[in-house]
Nanobody, 126 residues
Framework: QSQLVESGGGLVQPGGSLRLSCAAS????????IGWFRQAQGKEREGVSS????????QYADSVKGRFTISRDNAKNTVYLQMNSLKPEDTAVYYC???????????????????WGQGTRVTVSS
């Protein structure tokens, strides 16, 4: 069974850092662009960042530019989201998703992502 599993969430103080991981099993991420999304309580899911299948192209939401970095290690079948200078408004459940495309897959949750993880919770609070 193909699945994505996120990890690395937790409680962090404002200004702190976390690194999220998205590990795939049952499918090779070599052929998939990956997106990171988040959903805060009472809000719609929004795109945070995405990366093309070979990692050459990345996208970031304006709200995280300069603070978050997406990367991937296809040998480990894993994609990462390094989050620095975290703010309380970054608090949300973070999801990764995979879309089979050679291009950057896009930041809209309405894009045809084929696989979604179960999410990992990030709480930024003092």
């Amino acid at each position: 069974q193909s699945q994505l599993v996120e990890s690395g969430g937790g409680l962090v103080q404002p200004g702190g850092s976390l690194r999220l991981s998205c590990a795939a099993s049952g499918l090779s991420l070599d052929y998939y662009g990956i997106g990171w999304f988040r959903q805060a309580q009472g809000k719609e899911r929004e795109g945070v960042s995405s990366i093309s299948s070979l990692g050459g192209v990345t996208q970031y939401a304006d709200s995280v530019k300069g603070r978050f970095t997406i990367s991937r290690d296809n040998a480990k079948n894993t994609v990462y989201l390094q989050m620095n200078s975290l703010k309380p408004e970054d608090t949300a459940v973070y999801y990764c998703a995979a879309r089979r495309t050679p291009f950057v897959p896009g930041l809209s949750p309405q894009m045809p992502y084929e696989y979604w993880g179960q999410g990992t919770r990030v709480t930024v609070s003092s």
